[in-house]
């Protein structure tokens, strides 16, 4: 059986300032918007994971929120500390395996290392940089063998990219 894994970077957030932790930045106004543009977009896609998870930083967690809510999730959206900052196919392994059977689940994190296991999955010679708000849809096969997948769609901004090849113009 196959899964269909959506590694999503989270969309644009204030920069750091002051005092305030690298946690709790959030999204910017900008950033709001342009995950609700997003998500109307993924609804054309059959965007329909059956778990949703997020690194338990504000800004990840805000995007997970607002895609969860606007594509009709019914779930609860669920803060992973493996998706984090350094999350890495170790960690997507982990998480997969903590749901046994499900077969399209959405993962909201950080770059660079979105763009590292993205690269890793899809063997970009170059690498690739996940850019805010961009989505992934990665098929892997069956649970033995996750280190390779095969893309089935990107959306980044306003272009929808079927051939990983395209992908390679962004190295990290």
């Not at 946690?23 to 977009?41: D, F, I, N, P, Y």
């Not at 778990?51 to 967690?61: E, H, I, Q, T, W």
């Not at 019914?74 to 960690?91: C, H, K, Q, T, Y």
Request: aromatic content about 4%.
């Amino acid at each position: 059986m196959t899964m269909k894994v959506y590694l999503i970077r989270h969309a644009e957030a204030v920069d750091r300032a002051g005092d305030a932790p690298d946690a709790a930045r959030h999204l910017t106004a900008r950033g709001r918007l342009s995950v609700r543009e997003t998500a109307r977009r993924l609804t054309g896609e059959r965007f329909l994971p059956k778990v949703f998870l997020s690194s338990p930083l504000a800004r990840a967690l805000q995007t997970a929120d607002i895609l969860a809510e606007r594509t009709g999730y019914e779930g609860e959206v669920i803060a992973a500390a493996r998706l984090g900052p350094g999350f890495d196919l170790e960690g997507l392994n982990a998480v997969l395996d903590s749901f046994p059977g499900e077969t399209e689940i959405a993962l909201v994190g950080h770059e660079p290392d979105l763009g590292r296991v993205v690269s890793q999955l899809l063997s970009l010679p170059k690498g690739y940089a996940m850019p805010k708000g961009a989505v992934a849809a990665v098929v892997l096969p069956d649970a033995g063998s996750r280190l390779r997948g095969t893309l089935d769609w990107l959306l980044a901004g306003d272009r929808r990219i079927v051939d990983p090849s395209e992908l390679t113009g962004r190295e990290t």
